[in-house]
């Protein structure tokens, strides 16, 4: 089950986040991330874009959301796009199911343009990009350190 996610959902999201936080590079914060914290964010991002959560027995297991692209006025109808799925449901199809729902929820804000950042290497959510009509349009190197490595970064692009 999808549906959008609530504060109450925090505990849950940041568990999963900070996982990637610790573990991977997948995303380039370095210190974990409070339930208060992510209540804020959900509370911030959800006034005007979506943020979804998927269930399964009664338990978050992952996690989608658009954020704005940049904050100047003539981005207004691009966003980013940002999934993230408890480690031990990965290859279920979950992240395509969130995925699905959080385009059609784009679709119906009139948001024109799709943006995915991926930290490289990470065939998986590159795989779940095109899968999902994404095209790479761009590929940064080395913009990124963490974990005592430099980090490349490419991003994916779907008009909608």
């Known amino acids: 089950m999808i549906r959008n996610a609530t504060t109450d959902d925090a505990p849950a999201i940041a568990r999963i986040y900070n996982h990637y936080i610790h573990n991977a590079i997948t995303t380039f914060e370095v210190q974990s991330v409070s339930v208060e914290e992510m ?5 911030d991002i959800g006034s005007s874009l979506p943020w979804l959560v998927s269930i ?3 338990n978050v297991i992952g996690y989608a959301y658009a954020s704005k692209w940049k904050s100047r006025c003539a981005y207004l109808f ?3 796009s940002t999934v993230y799925l ?3 449901v ?4 979950i992240g395509s199911q969130l995925y699905k729902e959080l385009l059609d929820n784009l679709r119906l804000r009139s948001m024109h343009s799709v943006i995915g950042g991926i930290a490289l290497p990470n065939q998986a959510s590159i795989a779940l990009h095109e899968k999902s009509g994404f095209e790479k349009v761009a590929h940064f ?3 990124g350190r963490k974990f005592n490595q430099w980090i490349d970064v490419g991003y994916w ?3 909608l």
């Open 39 to 43: 209540q804020k964010r959900i509370i």
């Open 56 to 58: 399964d027995k009664g």
């Open 78 to 80: 691009s966003a980013e």
């Open 86 to 88: 408890a480690p031990d």
């Open 90 to 93: 990965a290859g279920r199809g």
């Open 141 to 143: 190197k080395e913009v």
């Open 157 to 159: 692009e779907l008009i």
